[in-house]
């Protein structure tokens, strides 16, 4: 407990010394929340459009694809924000940093998540929470605390499971330099696919994302709790509650498979 | 008590040649090498490029695991015990930032207190003593990025020191240095050894380093041991010819002096050899002064590369990391 205390304190200084280094070009540093808002407002403007002529998916109205919507990129624009700068993580292992990673006294993973925290992709936080704001406003919640918890909840697991997911696939990166373009398949391609109601998928890729990659607890899953449906695919009403579950195996998955790629590098690499 | 031991350790890669279809060869980078270091030495880790001097390196710190053998480093095995090892070693890679780019130094040193966990009247005092001896008042507000190389290299070592680590590992710290700064860092790391108790590992191409430092020397070459003990002996086995660069005022033959004999002659610069036991550079020195003006001079020291290459005699040609076995 104290050691997480301390570990949870350095984060916050190492956040605050990142933060000072980016305000040290203010100007360049406002230009860049405005146009991470910017290109993520587009992506909200984009789906709007396509409800303006497609107003059903599946069972799912344009509202209710709006709640989905909102969950996933608000956990994802969270994820984005504590460890978006592993995109880079390739680049520490070819030119040797990692070696002073393993040199500190403090663990690799918590080093490498804190290596970084980009401030401007809090840009991407606020268009999520317009949309969730959205979509709260114009649909007609009963809301209950059940109902308010399990939609926390979704965020709380769904950040989890996003870090879990990205933490594993960036482990490519300790066996092949070119591992970016194939883990960023399985980040980005992850949240976009956690956007929409899963029911309008083929049925392999519906069975993978609530098995394998179990993207479908980040954001489907709780909203049709919240929204009082029930499943059309035919999957238990407790289901919506198992999100925390999940993102705990999810989390406890990606510390193995970092564990052992450590291991890899340190019998392999150099 | 030895702080280092290494016992018979070995380390093996597994590479491809020619992409992931190619041949699978084993590349032995550190063959059986076993020493013991005691606590309080300076000691040179030296050896031509792709010896095994960084491998060694990296299995004492705890970055790599050896394919066999035993490690031992201030009592800790370093891979499996990593964590606390990191607590009582310091290390400094030359060409490798460790410092917050864009950070001032001082919040480097600030953020390496509470990673390392330093009780902060150890801090107080480490970082009040450092920054007198290595002069860094005048840059301590300065980010990273804008230091120089010498500048940098100081604030490094610093961060390498504040924990008051019992051994400190070095690789090329004056690499790319100028004079003074070499000086600076070399004054460094002996009252730092003196009074602290220091132990230090380097390895370097600097064969100033290893003489203003170390006392003891340990040469590797295709990824074995082939010198162990101190300086002076090495080079009175080894390393005995100097060679005296003179530029006259006029271009002359070359020079008949007594104890040298001149190796080369381009135009008013020769070249001359001469024994360091039987000749001092002073003699040799006025004796080319009685016979032609001088305008500058310089002694080449014995290169540690040609050192290693004598070693081993003459006959065997460079090579990269020897190649012992391979398998399919």
Redesign the interface.
């Given at each position: 407990m104290a050691d997480l205390l301390d570990a949870l304190r350095l984060y916050v200084r190492l956040v605050r010394a990142r933060l000072r280094a980016q305000l040290q070009y203010r100007t360049s540093f406002v230009l860049d929340v405005i146009g991470t808002f910017l290109i993520s407002f587009l992506d909200f403007i984009a789906i709007l459009i396509i409800f303006a002529n497609v107003p059903q998916l599946g069972s799912w109205s344009a509202s209710e694809v709006a709640l989905l919507y909102g969950i996933a990129t608000l956990a994802f624009a969270l994820t984005d924000l504590v460890v978006g700068h592993l995109d880079g993580f390739p680049q520490t292992i070819r030119d040797g940093t990692f070696d002073l990673v393993l040199v500190r006294p403090r663990s690799t993973l918590f080093q490498v998540m804190t290596a970084d925290f980009q401030i401007r992709r809090l840009g991407r936080i606020s268009q999520a929470i317009v949309v969730l704001a959205y979509a709260i406003a114009t649909l007609r919640i009963d809301w209950t605390i059940e109902r308010a918890v399990v939609l926390v909840g979704a965020v709380v697991a769904g950040t989890a499971i996003f870090i879990s997911i990205w933490v594993a696939v960036i482990c490519i990166a300790f066996w092949t330099v070119e591992g970016r373009e194939a883990a960023n398949a399985f980040t980005y391609g992850g949240v976009t696919l956690a956007e929409y109601p899963i029911e309008i998928y083929d049925r392999w890729l519906r069975r993978f994302l609530a098995y394998v990659v179990p993207v479908a607890f980040v954001a489907y899953f709780p909203a049709l709790f919240i929204l009082g449906k029930p499943d059309p695919l035919g999957f238990p009403t407790w289901i919506s509650f198992t999100s925390p579950a999940v993102a705990a195996a999810v989390a406890f998955v990606a510390l193995g498979v970092w564990g052992w790629a450590v291991r890899h590098y340190q019998s392999a690499g150099g | 008590m030895a702080v280092i031991e290494v016992e018979h350790v070995r380390k093996e890669?597994?590479v491809r040649r020619g992409g992931v279809l190619g041949q699978r060869a084993t590349l032995r980078a550190v063959d059986d090498v076993s020493f013991d270091i005691a606590p309080g030495t300076i000691v040179g880790y030296i050896g031509p490029n792709g010896a095994g001097k960084?491998?060694t390196v990296?299995m004492l710190?705890?970055?790599?695991?050896p394919?066999s053998g035993r490690i031992r480093v201030a009592g800790l095995e370093p891979?499996r015990q990593?964590?606390?090892l990191?607590?009582r070693?310091g290390?400094m890679?030359g060409q490798?930032v460790?410092l917050?780019w864009?950070?001032p130094l001082i919040?480097s040193f600030d953020?390496l207190r509470?990673?390392?966990?330093v009780p902060a009247e150890r801090y107080e005092a480490n970082l009040r003593a450092f920054r007198e001896i290595l002069e860094l008042d005048p840059f301590l507000r300065t980010?990273v990025r804008q230091l120089s190389l010498g500048q940098r290299i100081r604030g490094e070592l610093t961060a390498a020191m504040l924990h008051d680590p019992e051994i400190l590992f070095l690789d090329e710290p004056t690499i790319g240095l100028d004079v003074i700064a070499k000086q600076r860092v070399r004054e460094f790391l002996v009252s730092a050894n003196r009074e602290r108790g220091l132990t230090v590992m380097l390895t370097t191409h600097d064969l100033a380093d290893i003489e203003r430092l170390s006392s003891r020397i340990l040469i590797i070459d295709h990824g074995r041991i082939v010198y162990d003990g101190d300086v002076e002996a090495l080079k009175e086995r080894y390393g005995t010819e100097r060679i005296l660069v003179v530029d006259l005022v006029e271009p002359a033959p070359p020079l008949e002096v007594e104890g040298g004999r001149v190796i080369r002659v381009d135009g008013p610069r020769q070249w001359i050899a001469f024994e360091r036991a039987r000749t001092s550079a002073a003699q040799l020195t006025a004796e080319v002064a009685s016979k032609a003006a001088l305008r500058d001079l310089a002694i080449d020291e014995p290169d540690i590369e040609d050192v290693v290459r004598r070693i081993y005699g003459d006959a065997r040609p460079a090579m990269g990391p020897t190649e012992r076995s391979s398998t399919a």
């Open positions: - | 890669f597994t960084s491998t990296k710190t705890g970055i790599l695991v394919t891979t990593r964590i606390p990191a607590r070693i290390v890679f490798r460790q917050w864009d950070l919040e953020l509470y990673i390392y966990r980010p």
